[in-house]
């Protein structure tokens, strides 16, 4: 499949793009990482990895130069606390990112290319309630995505169409459904819901204060999808000549309250929720896997238990490293309790 191919891999510090380097590594492939930054939990296991700026048109010819199949990962986001606050930042690296990253592949004469999209590209109106029906690839349009990181995600789906329309550039476009598991970021503001309620856990369960704060009432709804399983589908998508937006997700559709109580008992102990004012993002959200399925015999293995029982394990393993480097360990412990809503500017 990826064996003697030569694979681009941007956004390879990241969380998807590190684990997916080692799974192309593991097939075979020589793989080039690019990124602003090294990963940040473990080295990199790429042939080749350049720091470069992906807004840059030059970059993006250096990243794409001798380049068969490119993933495209780089994108400046994180969890509902970043994505609802930074809308001009985000919508205009990713712009760059995106469209440059797009044109260069195409003038490098790369011949496959996966895009990244985003459960986000959804309708706000198809996700104003708990019990959502699950949402179909078909149910895009008429377009009315929450934020700018979803507008984004939408225009690029779009455009990488028409690139396989135009210039015959065989585009996969993959709608992500909340990846979740080990080396994703877990602090700082851009960590998303189940790396954030793995933190809280393992606090609660160090400091012996057994309440974890929840953004709203906790109600909201959403399915997750474990690290591994994703790898697993976008390699074979990018395989495959199947060119339509497809989602990847699991389809079991969990509260945040509940995701809370499934971190707390991988912790092994029992919580109290403490419910407060937070960015929530839409009400309900649950992915339909039947076109993956389809195409690409494509499921989920790993359960929504043991991928947060994986993530919590090593999630309380970072959190014991801070502590031990930090001489303040109360004021650490007290910030790692709660989530930050961060509002950067551009750079
Ligand atoms: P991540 O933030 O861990 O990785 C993205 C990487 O892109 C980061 O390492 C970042 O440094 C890099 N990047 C940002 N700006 C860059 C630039 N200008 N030049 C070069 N690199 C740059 O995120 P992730 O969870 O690994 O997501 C990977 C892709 O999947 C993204 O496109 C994201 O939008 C998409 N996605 C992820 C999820 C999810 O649940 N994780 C859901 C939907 C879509």
Redesign the pocket.
């Known amino acids: 499949m990826s064996e003697g191919k030569r694979v681009l891999v ?2 390879a ?5 590190s684990h997916l380097v080692a799974e192309l590594k593991k097939r075979g492939a020589w793989v080039r990482g ?4 090294y990963p940040e939990f473990g080295s990199t296991e790429a042939d080749e990895f350049e720091l ?4 840059r048109w030059d970059a993006c010819l250096q990243a794409t130069r001798n380049i068969e199949e490119v993933y495209a ?5 994180g969890g509902m606390g970043f994505i609802s606050c930074n809308h001009s930042q985000i919508l205009h ?1 990713n712009i760059l ?1 995106s469209t440059q990253t797009l044109e260069a592949a195409r003038l490098n004469g790369c011949r496959r290319y996966l895009y ?1 999209s ?2 986000c590209i959804y309708p706000e109106y198809l996700q104003d309630k708990t019990d959502v029906e699950p949402l179909k690839e078909e149910a895009a349009y008429p377009a009315q995505p929450q934020d700018a990181y979803g507008w984004e995600k939408l225009i690029t789906e779009r455009l990488c169409t028409h690139y396989r329309e135009d210039y015959g550039l065989l585009t996969h476009i993959v709608r ?1 459904h ?2 979740f598991g080990e080396r ?2 877990w602090t700082g503001g ?1 960590e ?1 819901a189940p790396a954030a309620l793995c933190r809280k856990a393992a606090v609660a369960k160090l400091t012996g204060n057994h309440v974890m704060e929840i953004w709203g009432d906790g109600e909201q709804t959403r399915s997750f999808c474990y690290i591994d399983d994703c790898v697993e589908g976008i390699i074979a998508l990018q395989a495959s000549d199947f060119t339509e937006p497809i989602n990847l997700g699991q389809d079991r559709m969990v509260t945040i309250n509940e995701l809370a109580l499934m971190a707390a008992e991988a912790a092994g102990i029992s919580v109290t929720l403490n419910h407060i004012d937070g960015p929530q993002g839409v009400r309900g959200r649950n992915s339909n896997n039947s076109l993956i399925e389809r195409v690409l015999g494509w499921r989920f293995k790993v359960s929504l238990e043991e991928g947060m029982a994986r993530t919590y394990r090593w999630i309380e393993d970072e959190v014991k490293r801070a502590l031990e480097s930090s001489n303040q360990g109360d004021e650490l412990l007290r910030a790692l309790s709660s989530s930050t809503v961060v509002r950067s500017a551009l750079r």
């Not at 690019?34 to 930054?37: A, G, I």
């Not at 990962?73 to 986001?77: I, R």
């Open positions: 941007t956004g510090g990241g969380f998807i793009g690019v990124d602003l930054k470069l700026d992906l807004r990962l780089a994108a400046d986001m690296n990112i990244t985003s459960a992500f909340n990846i994703g970021t851009r998303k």
